[in-house]
């Protein structure tokens, strides 16, 4: 790592105290950009999903926990894979901490993957979560997101995500999903967030971000597949399992 300048004190509060306006731009800039999203228009839905819960069989207004918004994650699980999503995973553990305040501002937060719950439970319980998850597995649920897609979808390159129409390959991919609920029980989508739009929800990044070196993703995929593994994965001192990444 090649090293910045290192200057008198002096200097080194002038210059940090020029940056600081920078830093007030984008904490402005992204109050805008958060009242502009409160102002955009919703989708009523009208459809009704069915959904299995620890609890047994939930609908969608049921996962609104008695409040009026709800936020949706939807993690990466197709069923029969045993593949376990590094990205989603490293979002989810950041769930928990935010979740125990959020349900008592009006905010119900659920997990959702298409995976059954049998094969979403065990994997829970591994990581030591403790948010609610559910599965989409009988429903269009995830397809009506636009977060899963059918074969005849990928193969034909008929897949949108991000409110963009491009091929995957991925039958299922992550994403937030926002819904409100009214006094008289109809429910809205208000907004989604898809592919990048979840580093929000990710604060070691932030954390990262503060840093000398940044998130220095250097490796061949430049971003969080470079390093991030599941949290059960890392050995000491941050090093990772030579056989976690086969």
């Keep these: 790592m090649q090293r910045n300048?290192?200057?008198?004190?002096?200097?080194?509060?002038?210059?940090?105290?020029?940056?600081?306006?920078?830093?007030?731009?984008?904490?402005?800039?992204?109050?805008?950009?958060?009242?502009?999203?409160?102002?955009?228009?919703?989708?009523?839905?009208r459809k009704d999903y069915v959904f299995e819960s620890e609890q047994g069989p939930k609908r969608l207004a049921e996962l609104f926990a008695g409040k009026s918004q709800l936020i949706v994650y939807h993690f990466m699980m197709t069923?029969?894979?045993?593949?376990r999503c590094e990205g989603c995973s490293f979002l989810a553990d950041h769930i928990d901490g935010a979740d125990q305040h959020l349900k008592h501002h009006d905010v119900s937060l659920v997990v959702i993957s298409r995976a059954p719950l049998a094969e979403v439970l065990?994997?829970?319980?591994?990581?030591?979560w403790k948010f609610d998850w559910v599965s989409s597995y009988a429903s269009d649920f995830n397809f009506d997101m636009q977060v899963?897609?059918?074969?005849?979808?990928i193969a034909a390159g008929d897949t949108i995500y991000n409110f963009e129409k491009r091929p995957l390959q991925s039958k299922d991919l992550p994403g937030t999903?926002?819904?409100?609920?009214?006094?008289?029980?109809?429910?809205?989508?208000?907004?989604?967030?898809?592919?990048?739009?979840?580093?929000?929800?990710?604060?070691?990044?932030?954390y990262l971000d503060m840093t000398p070196k940044g998130r220095n993703e250097t490796g061949p995929y430049h971003g969080l597949m470079d390093w991030v593994r599941l949290h059960d994965e890392y050995q000491v001192k941050g090093r990772v399992r030579p056989d976690c990444c086969e």
Excluded at 148 to 153: E, L, P, T, V
Excluded at 177 to 206: N, Q
């Design 177 to 206: 999903s926002v819904f409100y609920r009214d006094e008289t029980g109809d429910i809205f989508l208000t907004f989604m967030s898809r592919a990048r739009g979840g580093d929000a929800l990710i604060g070691a990044y932030h």
């Design 5 to 45: 300048a290192v200057v008198s004190r002096d200097d080194w509060f002038e210059a940090h105290r020029r940056h600081l306006e920078r830093e007030k731009e984008l904490t402005r800039f992204r109050d805008r950009i958060a009242a502009e999203r409160r102002q955009l228009p919703w989708l009523k839905l």
């Design 122 to 128: 065990p994997y829970k319980q591994r990581m030591g």
């Design 79 to 83: 069923p029969g894979s045993a593949h």
């Design 148 to 153: 899963s897609f059918a074969d005849r979808q």
